[in-house]
């Protein structure tokens, strides 16, 4: 049985707050990643996660991706996933709130990795 610690990812691709929402397209595109970190605005605490929910939101809001900063559409999670937890824990937890990815965090409130509904689908499929 797999742990959440075997299946994320902990290479974090970041962009800045201030970073358009289309160099975020373009990134996810080429990279073939589904979510972005973003360090906190300034003046603003917590790391968010920029995600293809937030690209839709700004397509039809606003239309133009290069008139809209990925911090603006980067919501702040509130729920993380422990890397201990087996896979099947996390994701019957992803589905009870409805999150795609979650920080991991470890026991000193540190995030170390990812994961994402694709880290389950890949891991873990069956009930």
């Known amino acids: 049985m797999s742990t959440v610690r075997q299946i994320m990812s902990p290479k974090l691709i970041k962009m800045s707050p201030t970073d358009s929402v289309q160099k975020?397209?373009?990134?996810?595109v080429e990279k073939g990643i589904h979510s972005i970190i973003v360090p906190p605005k300034s003046g603003y605490f917590g790391w968010r996660i920029f995600e293809y929910k937030g690209l839709k939101r700004v397509l039809s809001l606003i239309g133009d991706p290069n008139n809209a900063k990925i911090g603006d559409y980067a919501p702040m999670p509130e729920y993380s996933a422990d890397p201990d937890w087996t896979c099947e824990t996390c994701r019957d937890y992803m589905v009870r709130i409805g999150e795609d990815h979650?920080?991991?965090?470890?026991?000193?409130?540190?995030?170390?990795?990812?994961?994402?509904?694709?880290?389950?689908?890949?891991?873990?499929?069956?009930?």
């Open 24 to 28: 975020a397209w373009d990134l996810m």
């Open 102 to 127: 979650l920080f991991v965090v470890d026991n000193n409130s540190a995030i170390i990795g990812l994961v994402s509904w694709s880290d389950i689908d890949k891991n873990c499929r069956k009930y």
